[in-house]
Structure formats: structure tokens, C-alpha cells
């Protein structure tokens, strides 16, 4: 990004008071641009005020990471059953929780 002199900012600055576009700045005027305009910000819910698009929101990335879960499970047992060596117990126990914890 090119480097903006003091003076340059000071012309911008100036120019801006002078003209005042605040003040033109109405918004929307109608019911559906209203409605539009109020979703701009919104990108995925997690931060919303409304409490309904944040529970949406938290649903849709826990559905997302279960399937990324059930995923790293699934290669991780296809690991195993092409290995000559059994899994560790521990593993094993980790498989069922998951697999319980998983179910819908």
C-alpha cells in the first residue's frame, strides 16, 4: 500500500469536513432493503445478539467438527486393520467413546 504524506492526509481530511458525506448517509428506505442491510455484518452467527442465530450457528460447526471427528476415526481404524499390530488399549477405548459420543 503506497505511503500517504502528512500533507496528502491533511488535504483528505480537510476535503472530507468540507463536504460532509455523513450527512447524505441515509441507509436504506425500504422494509426489504432494511431487512438486507441488517444482515451485512453477519457472516456466520457466532457473535450475533440474537440468541436463535447463535444457537443455529453453534449447531451447524458441531455438526461440521463431528464429521471431521468421524473422519480422523475412520482413518485411524482403517490404519489399524491394515497393520499387522493390534491397536492399543487405549485407542480401542478411545474408538468406542468416540463412536458413542458421535452417534446422532
Known amino acids: 500500500m503506497k505511503e500517504i504524506s502528512q500533507e496528502e492526509r491533511e488535504r483528505r481530511r480537510a476535503r472530507i469536513y468540507e463536504t460532509k458525506p455523513w450527512l447524505r448517509s441515509t441507509g436504506a428506505k425500504t422494509d426489504i432493503g432494511k431487512a438486507i442491510s441488517s444482515q451485512n455484518a453477519l457472516r456466520h452467527g457466532m457473535r450475533s445478539a ?3 442465530l447463535q444457537a443455529i450457528a453453534h ?8 464429521e471431521r471427528i468421524r473422519e480422523i476415526v475412520r482413518k485411524q481404524r482403517e490404519a489399524y486393520s491394515q497393520s499387522t499390530a493390534d491397536p492399543h488399549s487405549s485407542w480401542q477405548e478411545v474408538f468406542e467413546h468416540l463412536e458413542e ?3 446422532d
Open 50 to 52: 440474537n440468541p436463535l
Open 59 to 66: 449447531r451447524k460447526l458441531w455438526e461440521k467438527e463431528k
Open 101 to 103: 459420543f458421535l452417534e
